[in-house]
């Protein structure tokens, strides 16, 4: 186990470092620490989870043209390059298809306790004061604007709008980052994220503020 992580964290390593979206390879080394971390809380398969983790954000179809199976096809073309057998393949194949938040309207659900860790690790990455850096970073990537008083917030019903939404960073926040808390699926998970949320609220309070001149 010890020599397939390692060659994980050399691959993800090598792929993903230098991003300046918000998913570069801190962001999977935070995501690896954190399920570690709710995975032996939650009593998870602790291979299935590091892997998962690890390879989670290989290939994101936003960064790969729209092509949804671009992740999970690049991570199983990896660890079938490894002495990994094909029931963990196919569990972290599996996660990596749905770990992605998909809209407000949208149920991700995960059937398994591994899928729900990586999950909730994956989401309290988009919290707290590393998650407003993430957002603002992902959205002077993707050419959005900080805010917009002019444009209110959109509770996407499906996959498609949320996808093509082109919104303000400040409205993604009501899109998504504020909406994690209620939709964590580990005991653990829900514990951090009740913090960074309440983190984020004061943040926003603040923006807000500063930005109507009240402060
Ligand atoms: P993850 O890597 O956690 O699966 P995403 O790929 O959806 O999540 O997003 C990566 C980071 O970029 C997250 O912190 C997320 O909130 C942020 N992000 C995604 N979409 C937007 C957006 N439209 N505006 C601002 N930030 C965004
Ligand atoms: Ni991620």
Known sequence: MEAILENAVEHVRGALMGDSSGHDWWHVDRVWKMAVRVGEAEGADPLIVQLAALLHDIADWKFHGGDLTAGPRAARAWL????????VIDAVCAIIDKVSFE????????PTIEGRVVQDADRLDALGAIGIARAFAYGGHDG????DP???????????AYRNDRGSTINHFHEKLLLLKERMQTRTGRAIAAQRHAFMESYLQQFHAEWEGRL
């Open 80 to 87: 079938e390059s490894q002495a990994v057998g094909a029931p």
């Open 150 to 160: 002019d444009s209110a917030p959109v509770l996407h019903a499906s996959a498609e």
């Open 144 to 147: 959005r604007p900080l805010h």
């Open 103 to 110: 809209g407000a309207g949208v149920a991700t659900e995960m």
